[in-house]
T-cell receptor, first 115, second 113 residues
Framework: AQSVAQPEDQVNVAEGNPLTVKCTYSVSGNPYLFWYVQYPNRGLQFLLK??????LVKGSYGFEAEFNKSQTSFHLKKPSALVSDSALYFC?????????????FGKGTKLSVKP | DAGVIQSPRHEVTEMGQEVTLRCKPI?????LFWYRQTMMRGLELLIY????????DSGMPEDRFSAKMPNASFSTLKIQPSEPRDSAVYFC???????????FGSGTRLTVV
């Protein structure tokens, strides 16, 4: 069975500091991984994805994520946080090429960036 | 492209009334998903369609919930009768295929009083 875990309900960071939002996954084959962001009263917006290739994936708004197969992780990172990055972040996974059509989403991590 | 369009944005209804939520997916996307989001339960998949056919409705909470996709450009989620515990934000999402990401609509905030 496919699953994804976001171990932190909330991450607090000071503006200008680096941020990391953690995600681990479980799939039987090769993973297809995503990060989405949700701002208040909005739908989820795509940030970045990993299919194959370079383990470091760059996405929107200066975010990047590193795929680590041995640790089954796909942590979201940004070198310097902005107050405007404060939002809810979701990691999602599915088995690449698998028959199951839907992404499995984590419970979300609330990122709070203080000035 | 206008993206995934959901209507209404907000719905307030009385317990026992029928509620219909609407979704127009992105043209050319052949998969459509209905999600429900609450503080307590997070983001829950209710049902999804491939090529207008329901594939997995195991997330539909009760028989009071039903969803249809009569054509490639329209889907509805109906709750009849509605209950206060149905209060949530309902999202629709679409994708061009099984190995692509989703595009989400802005959601419908449902309040049942």
């Amino acid at each position: 069975a496919q699953s994804v875990a976001q171990p932190e309900d909330q991450v607090n960071v000071a503006e200008g500091n680096p941020l990391t939002v953690k995600c681990t996954y479980s799939v039987s084959g090769n993973p297809y991984l995503f990060w989405y962001v949700q701002y208040p009263n909005r739908g989820l917006q795509f940030l970045l994805k990993y299919i194959t290739g370079d383990n470091l994936v760059k996405g929107s708004y200066g975010f990047e994520a590193e795929f680590n197969k041995s640790q089954t992780s796909f942590h979201l990172k940004k070198p310097s946080a902005l107050v405007s990055d404060s939002a809810l972040y979701f990691c999602a996974v599915k088995e690449y090429g698998g028959s199951q059509g839907n992404l499995i989403f984590g419970k979300g991590t609330k990122l709070s960036v203080k000035p | 492209d206008a993206g995934v369009i959901q209507s209404p944005r907000h719905e307030v209804t009385e317990m026992g009334q029928e509620v219909t939520l609407r979704c127009k997916p992105i043209s050319g996307h052949n998969s459509l998903f209905w999600y429900r989001q609450t503080m307590m339960r997070g983001l829950e998949l209710l049902i999804y369609f491939n090529n207008n056919v329901p594939i997995d409705d195991s997330g539909m909470p009760e028989d009071r919930f039903s969803a249809k996709m009569p054509n490639a450009s329209f889907s509805t989620l109906k709750i009849q009768p509605s209950e206060p515990r149905d209060s949530a934000v309902y999202f629709c999402a679409s994708t061009p295929g099984v190995n692509y990401g989703y595009t989400f609509g802005s959601g419908t905030r449902l309040t049942v009083v």
